[in-house]
């Protein structure tokens, strides 16, 4: 039975004559060089292939790093959009009272008692809270004066010192 039809046979033997002499022994500059180049082109692929695939792993680690992220971000927003909702319904005396008793929870007795003028030792990260409800469109029925009287250094932290004169209307 004959493997190979007449015109394989040929092609093949015209294939392998390229690496025979003329008088028909093998070439062996010809046999290397051919060896050369295929296993060249074959590590040449294993390269190229191997270093397609790290870069798509990289591009791949990367866009699930960018969706989280923006995950992450999206979550953050829907956090400050909930905060923000929360503030705004809060009436703004009831946040001025909440501020006022997390700094000095006798401030409200007293004013309750009829003072109205007081000197409150915040530390200096609490400043810019009663600044931002002090900016407030009608802080004024609450809070007549915010005068800021001293800033110092301690062991303990910086503070300021304020002097604030509540109206009666916050309690009401």
Request: cysteine-free; overall charge positive.
């Amino acid at each position: 039975m004959k493997l190979l039809s007449n015109t394989v046979q040929r092609r093949v033997n015209m294939f392998l004559s390229l690496f025979q002499t003329a008088s028909g022994s093998w070439h062996t500059p010809s046999i290397l060089t051919a060896v050369g180049w295929l296993l060249g082109s074959v590590v040449s692929g294993i390269i190229i292939i191997t270093q397609l695939a790290a870069q798509r792993a990289e591009r791949t680690k990367t866009f699930a790093q960018e969706q989280q992220r923006l995950e992450e971000l999206k979550d953050a927003r829907a956090k400050i959009n909930e905060l923000e909702k929360k503030t705004k319904l809060t009436p703004l005396n009831k946040r001025i009272i909440t501020y006022l008793n997390e700094i000095d929870s006798h401030v409200l007795s007293a004013l309750r008692s009829g003072t109205t003028k007081f000197e409150i030792e915040l530390e200096s990260h609490q400043l810019p809270d009663l600044k931002r409800l002090y900016a407030e469109d009608s802080t004024h029925k609450y809070i007549s004066s915010l005068k800021v009287t001293e800033a110092y250094l301690r062991l303990s932290g910086s503070y300021t010192q304020i002097q604030l004169e509540l109206m009666p209307t916050l309690l009401q």
